[in-house]
């Protein structure tokens, strides 16, 4: 029976470190919160939202806006592009600023890569692409698979660490598995009631080492690490902001070559009220509830990840 690596209980661990981090920012920079845009077409997105008749360089306008944008430390775009135009994808994802690209894929974990025989099934841009170059990066030997590889049970079958993003559902079943394996599934699908990954999770958990389960293992790891990379981004950007560093107050308002309350921003571009010695009582309390409101969205997710992870156990169980 295979270790299972909860993404539930890792990401919890990291949003909680998060939520520190953001705390000290924001006492050392008034007004100051850590900004992510994402950029997404044809849906609605939580920021901004392109109409599915977006042309390429309307969205490129769109990215160069949000780079240019001192308040905002990240940004998504999200794929597909669903545009009736014709819209490169590569020179749009291109075109995000290094500083504010924050949704690469992140390999976290005291488990060590190097030597190890990795095999990734799925070569999207998303999962496939990234994941094969971030493990080469980390020393390991990788093969890249596909749904139209002839012998994939067989390059399966030699993977220490296997990860699988192909987009199809419990393609990879359990007997292919290599003993001891590490076991990372990227996709999730749904399979009538059931949500199931590219990994028949029952029988790959009877021989895997460590395995991820769906849902519950890379989804709520995705989120965490997206504001996790959104955070160090707001830290890179005041190291490099003097006019940021130098809004602490540095004595107190009679102290003598001290700052008369605290300074802030002049950028009107920079997200801060400017002008203000003291933030408002309300934009405190506006601070509190969006924490609160985002502290309850969090504790619904795991609520309902719980749930699913429960169902799924039942009917495994019946299935055994």
Request: contains cysteine.
């Amino acid at each position: 029976m295979a270790t299972v690596i909860s993404g539930n209980k890792t990401s919890k661990l990291v949003r909680d470190r998060l939520k520190m981090e953001v705390e000290k920012m924001k006492s050392l920079f008034s007004g100051f919160r850590p900004g992510l845009v994402v950029l997404q077409i044809g849906i609605d997105a939580k920021h901004v939202r392109l109409p599915n008749t977006a042309t390429q360089d309307e969205v490129l306008r769109s990215v160069m806006a949000v780079n240019d944008d001192l308040s905002v430390h990240g940004l998504i775009v999200q794929l597909p592009l669903d545009s009736v135009n014709t819209i490169d994808t590569e020179l749009i994802t291109n075109a995000v600023s290094p500083q504010k690209d924050v949704d690469g894929s992140v390999f976290t974990g005291s488990m060590s890569v190097v030597g190890k025989h990795a095999v990734v099934v799925g070569r999207s841009k998303i999962v496939g692409a990234p994941m094969h170059d971030l493990l080469l990066w980390n020393h390991a030997t990788v093969t890249t698979c596909h749904s139209k590889t002839p012998d994939l049970p067989e390059q399966v079958g030699r993977a220490d660490i296997l990860v699988v993003g192909a987009g199809r559902a419990e393609m990879v079943r359990g007997e292919w598995v290599k003993e001891g394996a590490i076991v990372i599934d990227y996709d999730t699908k749904a399979s009538g009631k059931r949500v199931v990954g590219d990994v028949h999770y029952a029988s790959a958990n009877q021989r895997a080492g460590f395995i991820t389960p769906v849902p519950g293992g890379v989804g709520p790891m995705t989120v965490a690490m997206l504001m996790e990379n959104t955070v160090q981004s707001a830290q890179r950007f005041l190291q490099n902001q003097p006019r940021w560093t130098s809004s602490i107050r540095m004595g107190g308002p009679s102290d003598e070559g001290g700052v008369s309350g605290s300074s802030w921003c002049s950028s009107p571009s920079c997200g801060a009220p400017c002008g203000r010695t003291e933030p408002k009582e309300e934009d405190q309390e506006k601070d509190q509830e969006k924490d609160q409101d985002q502290d309850q969205e969090e504790e619904e997710e795991e609520d309902q990840e719980k749930d699913q992870e429960k169902d799924q156990e039942e009917e495994e169980e019946e299935d055994q």
